[in-house]
Structure formats: C-alpha cells, structure tokens
C-alpha cells in the first residue's frame, strides 16, 4: 500500500469517463460535483479510481470515513452483524447493537446527568428530530440558526440552513419561525467588530436585536448551533461565544442545540467540539462519522428531556443493526487511539499550512481544530477579497495532482481526511497543496 498519490492516467481515466456519461443521463443532476473522481476502492486514507490511479484522500467522503476506508475492525463489525440479521426496525422492536449504542452514545457526550438518544439515518433526520423535540418538550415554536450555517436539505433543516441561496432557491416556503443570526467569524465579523469583540457582537445581537425587534424569548424554543461551521467554511466559534450563548439560553428556558455533524466524533481533536469551551447543550446532533461511512443520524440529549411517549417520532431504518455495529466499532477505534491521533496529526498539519501562509499571499487565514481545517483564500490581505475562483482552482489542482480536498464556504478549502492520516500523510497533502498554490498564483501575476 502507497502513500503518496500514484496518477496512472490523465484524468479523469477512460474508464472514468465512461460511469460518469451513464451517470449523466441517468442520476439526479442536482449532485455538486466538484471534480471527476470515480472510485473503486479505497484502503486507509487511500483511494483508488477505476483506473488504477491511487489519491490521498483529505475529504473523507465530506467528513465521514472517520476510521479510514474500510477499517478492518469496521469491516468485521459489519460483516458479523450482516450475518446475523440486517433489519428489525428498532423503532418496534429491541436488538442489543441499538441498547449498546446508545450506552456509548450516553458516555461519550459532552451532556451530563442521564443520557437518551434517538436514531435516524443522516445529518438532516437528526436535525429534524432536534427540532421536533425541542418543539415538542418547550410548548415553544421558533428557532435560532446562524448565517453561514448548514444543517441539512429536509424542510425543516433547509429552513435552519443559511449557507448558499441555492441551497434553498426554488423550495419555499421554508418551516415558519426560524430566525437567523450572525455567527463569530472573526476572521470577517459580520458585524464589522474587532477580532476580540466579534464573538459578544454576535449574541448581544440575539439578545439586544432579535429578542427587542423579532421574537420574544419565551417564545424560542432552541437556537442551533455548529460550534464550527462546517460547509460554512470551518469557521471555529470562540469559546467564549458558545458560553455567553449557554448562559442567555438558560436565562430565557432556551434549549441549546450543538450540530455536530461534522464536528463531532473526534474530528476537532476532541470527541465533541463543545467540550473546548466546556459547554453543555441540551441535544446534539450526530451524523457523518459515526459509523464510518454507513448511514446513522443519532440525537443525543439530556434524558429528562428526551421524554416524548411512544407514537411521537420514528423512523423505519433509525439505528439499523449493521450500522449500529458499524458505529459501536467506529466508537472502540476513536477512544483508543484516533481521537489522540486527530489533535496530534491536526496540529502538524495546521503548522505546516500555516508556514504557507509565509510565502503564499492567497492564504488569508488557517484555522480549525485537530482535522477539520480550513485554509481560507483571499485576492488581498487587506481587503480581504474572496479569491472564490481560484479556490476552486486549487480544489482541481489538487485532484490533478492526487490529492483529494473539497472546497468550503465560499473560498475556502477544506481538509477533513480520515483520523488515521498519518503525520508522512499530512506533510504529503500540504506539499501538493504548496505545489498547487504556487500554480495557481502563477496565473494570476
Ligand atoms: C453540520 C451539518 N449538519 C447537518 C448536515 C446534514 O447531514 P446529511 O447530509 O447527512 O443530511 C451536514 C452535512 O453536511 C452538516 O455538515
């Protein structure tokens, strides 16, 4: 097993060419594809396509393959699992993976006191149930969600999400009763404050706009949160931000809901992001990586709140056994080692692409935590103009030269490989990555 990229063919190869024609006249067009990979298989943080060429995945299949492609722990997992029985729908029915999960679940999350949760199958069928809940357990109807924040594609998470128009152009109207408020980046402050000030700009905005002008308090009941954003371009929330948002979400009886659905699972460093600043939400949100690449969306929330009687929520395929097993085995590998492998792995590519920023002017900012990484790309320090063009630039580069990232937010690049990304891993993508930037600046002089 290679390392380092391995390009047999030009790309994309002819085999590759000929799935993505098929593709095109019969799968849904409203896919982004941000260039063409066809993969045939993948092994660690390795991926090869269908023509032999082998790529060093800093993507993970948009943040899920957490234990790497086809981890063989993962793989036995399911593969014992399938072999016993593949559905029994946990929503009617008990079977044990389901009962272990949610034990793990409960010791893992950042929410003390009791722990329930409820399962689904994605990001959205989280949110869904966030919101549901939060309806459902407060009496209240209205929402809090941040500009630049993504929650999902269903209409209740569309309604929250607030990252590109096109996300939501042509589908209204959206779920009545959301409320949108700006989030600390304090790279750009939306509200035009100082770096230190941006992150108490944004909640007495809730507090001194919102609840004056647009809803009264007693009248929310949850605001949504990424403690870092994530197709919003991995923007960290400070600390402070999310503590000054748990103390005015107590005060008026506020549920606080982290979305960790990309955060989450040791991504950050950390198995949760909220623990950084020591936050504890009422509900989170999980999905992605937590069963390394098969489908499972679990809410995790205080039990006492989790009290809504049989009938009121479910789904067919929540919790599904292999999953649930995928996820049990995805959990072991986090604790024992890749969770500590994230923050170590992280903070060496962080170092490396922030020692970029050195001779690369279009770096405006690195930031992140452990391996969720954002390099945002800027015409000029100064004005700090997206360089939106040519951060897609450099996502194709990169691709052309084996290394497979995803763009974020409106020009930033993202790297959220797998937790088992070696540091050899690391050092390789940020070479090519220095490669790509040299490229593409070329262009521009
Ligand atoms: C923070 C966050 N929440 C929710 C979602 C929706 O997840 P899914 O695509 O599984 O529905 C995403 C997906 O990117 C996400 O990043």
Same mark, same amino acid.
Request: aromatic letters at 6%.
């Given at each position: 097993m290679t390392n380092t990229p391995q390009l047999k063919t030009a790309l994309p &190869?002819?085999? $590759?060419?000929?799935?993505?024609?098929?593709?095109?006249?019969?799968? !849904?067009p409203s896919y982004t594809r941000g260039y063409p990979l066809v993969i045939e298989r993948g092994y660690g943080s390795m991926v090869e396509d269908v023509d032999g060429n082998v790529f060093l995945d800093c993507a993970a299949g948009i943040a899920v393959n957490s234990t790497g492609h086809a981890h063989p722990d993962v793989v036995k997992a399911i593969v014992d699992q399938a072999h016993k029985f593949l559905h029994m729908s946990g929503t009617d029915f008990y079977y044990e993976p389901q009962v272990r999960l949610a034990e793990?679940? $409960?010791?893992?999350?950042?929410?003390? =006191?009791?722990?329930?949760s409820f399962f689904g199958n994605s990001g959205t069928e989280a949110i869904e149930a966030c919101l549901k809940l939060a309806r459902y357990a407060t009496g209240r109807?209205? %929402? %809090?969600?941040?500009?630049?924040?993504?929650? &999902?594609? !269903?209409? /209740?998470?569309?309604?929250l999400t607030a990252s590109k128009a096109a996300q939501r152009r042509g589908f209204g109207p959206l779920m009545p009763g959301v409320y949108h408020a700006p989030f600390p980046d304090r790279y750009r402050c939306p509200?035009?404050?100082?770096?230190? #000030?941006?992150? +108490?700009?944004?909640?007495?905005?809730?507090?001194? +706009?919102?609840?004056?002008? *647009?809803? !009264?308090?007693?009248?929310v009941a949850a605001v949504v949160v990424e403690p870092i954003q994530g197709e919003g371009g991995y923007v960290v929330a400070p600390d402070e931000f999310l503590q000054r948002l748990r103390e005015l979400t107590k005060k008026h009886g506020i549920l606080l809901v982290a979305d960790e659905v990309q955060s989450g699972m040791g991504r950050s460093g950390r198995m949760f992001a909220m623990e950084f600043p020591g936050v504890e939400p009422d509900m989170i949100a999980i999905a992605k990586?937590?069963?390394?690449?098969?489908? *499972?969306g679990i809410v995790a929330a205080r039990?006492?709140?989790?009290?809504?009687? @049989?009938?009121?929520? $479910?789904?067919?395929? =929540?919790?599904? @056994?292999v999953a649930c097993a995928a996820a049990i085995a995805t959990i072991k590998l986090l604790k024992d080692q890749l969770v500590a492998n994230a923050a170590d792995v992280g903070a060496h590519m962080m170092s490396g692409l922030k020692e970029l920023a050195g001779k690369h002017p *279009?770096? =405006?900012?690195?930031? =992140?935590?452990?391996?969720?990484? /954002?390099?945002?790309?800027?015409?000029?320090?100064?004005?700090?103009?997206?360089?939106?063009?040519?951060?897609?630039a450099v996502v194709s /580069?990169?691709?052309?030269? /084996?290394?497979?990232?995803?763009?974020?937010?409106?020009? $930033?690049?993202?790297? !959220?490989?797998?937790? %088992?990304? #070696?540091?050899?891993?690391?050092? #390789?993508?940020?070479?090519?990555f220095d490669e790509v930037l040299t490229e593409v600046e070329s262009h521009r002089r």
């Open positions: &190869g002819p085999k $590759a060419q000929a799935i993505i024609a098929r593709d095109k006249s019969v799968v !849904s793990e679940i $409960a010791s893992i999350v950042p929410i003390q =006191g009791g722990v329930r109807q209205n %929402i %809090i969600a941040f500009f630049g924040g993504f929650h &999902g594609r !269903s209409m /209740g998470s569309l309604s509200l035009g404050s100082t770096p230190e #000030t941006c992150a +108490e700009a944004c909640v007495d905005f809730i507090e001194h +706009e919102l609840f004056t002008h *647009l809803v !009264s308090p007693d009248e990586g937590i069963a390394s690449g098969l489908p *499972l039990a006492g709140l989790m009290a809504w009687p @049989p009938g009121t929520h $479910a789904s067919t395929f =929540g919790g599904n @056994p *279009l770096i =405006g900012e690195v930031r =992140g935590r452990g391996l969720m990484i /954002g390099v945002e790309l800027v015409r000029d320090r100064q004005t700090k103009e997206r360089a939106t063009d040519e951060r897609d /580069g990169a691709f052309a030269r /084996g290394l497979l990232v995803l763009g974020a937010g409106k020009n $930033a690049v993202r790297f !959220s490989p797998p937790l %088992i990304l #070696t540091r050899a891993q690391a050092e #390789t993508a940020v070479a090519i």
